[in-house]
């Protein structure tokens, strides 16, 4: 049975772009796509950190995001330990990782998915599962930058995946990076299938993706959570309600503010007024909203 509200922890790190990937004019080009020493130790500090804090409260989280970027290579292993310590599921962006390319240096943007073994004091699984979660398109700033890497140019690892997870308690949720955000052929994938859509990004334009949100909020007709870094802020979470003044659940402005937050979405009522079970406190359904897509193929696995 699913729960009535969805928890969800919401972690802003103060990570810097501008630090953690910096061309060092060697020509060493893994240098150039791998967390700085710095920014690294920065990194798992604050994570460490706004995981204790999350451990903290009387309502634990059941979901915990962190920004696109975020998770430092190699520190996999202790958001693993995280998870099943928190009895939570752990959504995380993670540095870069390399590739092997017969013409030219690839590298992948991924995000991992920590399902572990017991859920709020609920065994569901023998053990620990990890999924991962490909990037499909890189926005152009950023697959400028790996072009333009001093000795050879770094080509970026198209994920074309699309990602649905279900869970009996938390619902059907979805897992985009960033500037997927905007893929139209996701959107429509996403239609009539989930109640949670999690953005994980590393995005200056802030505004609009708060539009976004609001939008795709109400078209898909679900929770829309955007995790962005704390150098820009602008993480938010929506939901579909009916009065305008409930619709903004969480938003968090402003520059070089890390910070965890939890965050209470609906779930029961809404997976219910999805399946057409009317309820007042919400938006009326948009049009064609439960109209099956027949080009739309589906392959399930269980974790």
């Known amino acids: 049975m699913l729960n009535e509200r969805l928890h969800i922890g919401v972690i802003q790190t103060s990570l810097n772009a501008n630090t953690a990937w910096v061309d060092d004019k060697s020509g060493n080009w893994k240098n150039c796509v791998h967390m700085s020493e710095i920014e690294e130790r920065r990194a798992k500090k604050e994570i460490r950190h706004f995981f204790a804090s999350l451990r903290g409260l009387d ?114 949720f979805a897992v985009a990076i960033c500037y997927d955000f905007m893929d139209l052929d996701r959107i429509v994938m996403y239609r009539n299938k989930i109640q949670t859509l999690f953005i994980l990004a590393y995005n200056r334009d802030t505004t609009s993706f708060d539009h976004l949100a609001e939008a795709l909020s109400r078209m898909l007709f679900c929770n829309v959570v955007v995790c962005n870094c704390g150098q820009f802020g602008g993480s938010l979470a929506v939901s579909p309600f009916r009065e305008p003044f409930r619709r903004s659940i969480y938003r968090h402005v402003g520059q070089r503010l890390p910070h965890a937050q939890l965050v209470a979405l609906p779930l029961a009522a809404l997976a219910a007024h999805q399946a057409g079970s009317t309820n007042k406190d919400f938006k009326s359904l948009p049009p064609g909203f439960g109209v099956f897509s027949p080009s739309l193929t589906t392959k399930t696995e269980a974790i």
């Open 59 to 172: 309502h634990r989280p059941d979901i915990i995001l962190l920004p696109e970027l975020s998770v430092p290579l190699g520190f996999e292993p202790q958001l693993k330990r995280a998870a099943e310590k928190l009895e939570a599921i752990v959504i995380a962006g993670l540095d870069y990782r390399i590739e092997t390319g017969e013409l030219q240096p690839t590298v992948s943007n991924e995000a991992v998915v920590i399902v572990p073994r017991r859920l709020r004091g609920r065994q569901i699984a023998r053990r620990t599962e990890v999924r991962r979660v490909g990037k499909t398109y890189p926005a152009p700033s950023e697959e400028k930058k790996l072009k333009s890497i001093t000795g050879t140019g770094v080509a970026f690892l198209v994920h074309p995946t699309v990602w649905i997870f279900e869970s009996p308690d938390l619902g059907k």
